[in-house]
């Protein structure tokens, strides 16, 4: 048993050595093809990462009349955390709402003397309602307008902001619709050019192929130097890529937090280094031995 995986391992290797220039060619495509797929994991982190960013700068305000039934208000709160659409619930007294409001405004002091004039303190309590995407403050909305609630809640400033809410959730589910497709097209690509590419490799050794076949060698004894060269090409092309994903990241991570308002590139690759090189090492393999097992089929009928 073992003499036959011997000899399978050592042809492997001579054919990888006896190949340079296509095997090069192959290695050089498969670093493309995990470039691109690990490229689309980073991306749709990295859509990820923009779509939270811009889901925190949206929320709705729930405001209470000054009377409201202090457990009425608890009622609601208590509701709000058990929606499931609900991520966070803040809130908000009347006084620390002229606090916030005083902050705000501290260096325009027309506006802090107006508070003067009035006399008493023009805020209401509030909740501050994060909701889990921007598409789920309907259903909130909704809870909040039952009518055991009129005698507590005074406004809901959902109206007010449901253009930017709505405009918010189009562009969020363009962003996640825009990465599945663009996932799916490369991913798509690459298989084929691997494919291709392998094939090429494969034929040329199409007539040493058939003279194994003629002194009467399994299929598996001839698939399994090619499994072996797979091997080799899918382990060097993911070494390479993960060293050029690295270079990428180091380098391009200031520009990348910039243009997204904070995504750093290169602590995300530092979090994810092991298991985005089990992915590469993973698909390089895959992709090069399958499409060689693919490739070798029609050689394999003599």
């Known amino acids: 048993m073992f003499t036959p995986l011997k000899r399978i391992i050592s042809y492997g290797f001579k054919n990888f050595r006896r190949q340079p220039t296509l095997n090069i060619a192959t290695i050089f495509i498969l670093v493309i093809s995990l470039s691109l797929f690990s490229s689309l994991l980073l991306f749709r982190s990295g859509i990820k990462y923009v779509v939270a960013e811009i889901q925190k700068k949206i929320d709705v305000s729930v405001y209470f009349k000054k009377d409201a039934p202090q457990d009425l208000v608890e009622e609601i709160k208590k509701g709000l955390i058990g929606l499931e659409e609900v991520e966070e619930v803040e809130y908000v007294s009347e006084e620390e709402a002229l606090e916030k409001f005083r902050e705000r405004h ?29 598409g789920q403050y309907a259903a909130i909305l909704t809870f909040l307008e039952r009518d055991k609630f009129k005698d507590a809640v005074l406004k809901v400033d959902y109206a007010k902001k449901q253009p930017l809410i709505e405009k918010i959730f189009k562009i969020t589910s363009s962003l996640n619709l825009g990465g599945l497709l663009l ?12 494919f291709n590419t392998v094939r090429i490799a494969i034929k040329d050794a199409s007539q040493e192929i058939a003279i194994m076949k003629l002194v009467g060698a399994s299929n598996w004894y001839v698939r399994g130097p090619f499994i072996v060269q797979g091997i080799i090409c899918g382990v060097l092309a993911s070494i390479i890529t993960f060293f050029l994903f690295f270079l990428l990241s180091y380098f391009s991570a200031p520009k990348i937090v910039a243009l997204t308002g904070g995504f750093n590139i290169f602590a995300w690759f530092g979090s994810h280094a092991f298991s985005l090189f089990v992915f590469q090492l993973g698909l390089g393999i895959g992709l090069s031995v399958l499409s060689g097992l693919i490739a070798i089929r029609k050689y394999l009928n003599v």
């Open 106 to 134: 501290k260096d325009d002091p027309l506006i802090l003397e107006s508070l003067e004039v009035i006399g008493e303190n023009p805020f209401y309590p509030s909740f501050n309602i994060k909701a889990r995407s921007a």
């Open 183 to 194: 996932t799916i097209f490369l991913g798509l690509i690459a298989v084929l050019v691997t």
